[in-house]
């Protein structure tokens, strides 16, 4: 069985004891019982705060936006794997595609870092996905292709099994638009197969793909009706209890 995955991605919003009182208003709401894992992904600064309010919890995770790709160094300013680690974090976002615009970040990078984090116990949310142009030239899945074998085909079996990919158009984010339920079950489903053609089916049938373009709660449950799709890495909605909480009783 796939694991069905809710993860809030905060980007550079909240204070820690914003967050904290975020993510106790999201776990007052939510059933005990609910069959979805859930991530919160806050600024490095709230990590700690969020991860003490959810100790308590088995179906709420702390996640974490990003890392380094070693494990220590003089890299001012950058957080690693061991780090996050200790501090109570089991996911990473990766390839995030703010990250590949704003601090140029490309595959090669995003692949070495996805082996520090599955090496430090923390599974990576691999990002992949195509920009407006690229969507309209129909060039999508060439695009997509590409940024999966450059950063998850190096993988190990084992390794390539520790990982969730979430695919985001990029055209989708922060605009208002939104793929639709038809456009992202095709992609998702072209993700699971290139998988599967690379490290077998038994892996591909357990891979979590969440979708990261626009997810609210008005159209969420349509996306999470669809065969591929196994979730969503939610951004702004993420910021409102109410909201997220729409989100994940969506399934």
């Not at 142009?133 to 074998?149: A, G, L, P, S």
């Not at 390794?159 to 339920?181: L, N, R």
Request: aromatic content about 8%; glycine content about 8%; some cysteine.
């Amino acid at each position: 069985m796939r694991k069905k995955i809710v993860a809030g991605n905060w980007k550079m919003n909240m204070t820690p004891s914003q967050g904290a009182i975020l993510v106790t208003d999201i776990t007052r709401q939510l059933v005990k019982d609910l069959d979805v894992q859930i991530v919160i992904c806050p600024p490095y600064t709230s990590i700690d705060r969020v991860a003490r309010v959810i100790r308590e919890t088995k179906w709420v995770f702390c996640g974490a936006q990003d890392c380094h790709v070693q494990l220590s160094g003089a890299f001012t300013g950058d957080i690693s794997a061991a780090m996050l680690q200790e501090m109570g974090v089991r996911y990473v976002i990766l390839g995030h595609s703010e990250r590949r615009k704003y601090y140029h970040e490309d595959d090669i990078l995003v692949a070495e870092k996805i082996k520090t984090a599955i090496g430090e116990g923390i599974r990576p949310i691999y990002c992949c996905g195509e920009e407006l142009q690229e969507r309209e030239t129909n060039q999508q899945f060439e695009v997509v292709e590409m940024q999966i074998e450059t950063a998850l085909f190096g993988l190990s079996p084992e390794q390539m099994s520790e990982v969730v990919i979430a695919y985001e158009p990029v055209w989708a984010i922060g605009t208002g638009k939104t793929a639709t339920p038809g456009q992202a079950q095709e992609m998702h489903e072209f993700i699971r197969g290139m998988i599967a053609e690379k490290f077998g089916d038994d892996i591909a049938s357990k891979l979590s793909i969440l979708y990261g373009g626009s997810c609210k709660p008005e159209n969420a449950h349509e996306l999470f009706s669809q065969p591929d799709i196994d979730g969503g890495l939610i951004g702004g909605a993420s910021l409102d209890a109410d909201a997220f909480v729409k989100i994940i009783q969506s399934f």
